[in-house]
């Protein structure tokens, strides 16, 4: 493949992936999670819905991987080209904090994030199973994960509003 070619590509596939993962990220963080909180029982359903049955978590997963994969491609394609110095450039240094914060924002939103909304799907599960309403432990296990979910789906969001920054400022540094 020509090497234009494959930047274009890797270009519009890390553009195009990486505005639905930051997008729908802080949507989720800064609405959804505060409006599902505010509602109770019944935005829990709706967000084990959205996550779960509707797929925007295989989504959001799929779209930070292509992300990822195709900024770590197109910046080791330049490294070689230049011999690395490309990566000392101003542009490049900006470009490379932009990674190393969608990086972490990849860790913490695959690894926190994931186990958490495993965890609140299985005690939601559980709540339903009794036919009745939760306990006051499962209220206050749910209540915790549902905190420190929103803290890291908030986390992730800066995150990755670094990272947009520093992609859309970096040619003009």
């Known amino acids: 493949m020509n090497e234009s070619v494959l930047m274009i590509v890797l270009r519009l596939i890390h553009i195009i992936c990486g505005v639905f993962w930051a997008g729908t990220v802080m949507a989720v963080a800064w609405f959804l999670l505060p409006a599902q909180q505010a509602v109770g029982q019944p935005g829990a359903v709706f967000m084990q819905q959205l996550m779960f049955r509707q797929r925007l978590r295989g989504f959001v997963l799929g779209s930070m991987i292509l992300t990822i ?100 400022s970096a040619r003009y540094l």
Request: charge should be positive; charged fraction near 15%.
């Open 69 to 168: 994969v195709s900024g770590l491609a197109m910046y080791a394609r330049l490294v070689m080209v230049t011999d690395g110095a490309w990566a000392s450039s101003r542009t490049g240094m900006v470009l490379g904090i932009g990674a190393v914060a969608g990086i972490i924002a990849g860790g913490i939103g695959g690894g926190v994030v994931g186990r958490l909304g495993k965890k609140m799907m299985e005690l939601s599960g559980a709540i339903q199973a009794s036919d009745g309403p939760p306990t006051e432990a499962q209220k206050a296990e749910m209540d915790s994960l549902q905190r420190r979910n929103r803290n890291a789906f908030q986390t992730v969001a800066v995150l990755l509003l670094i990272a947009v920054a520093a992609m859309a």
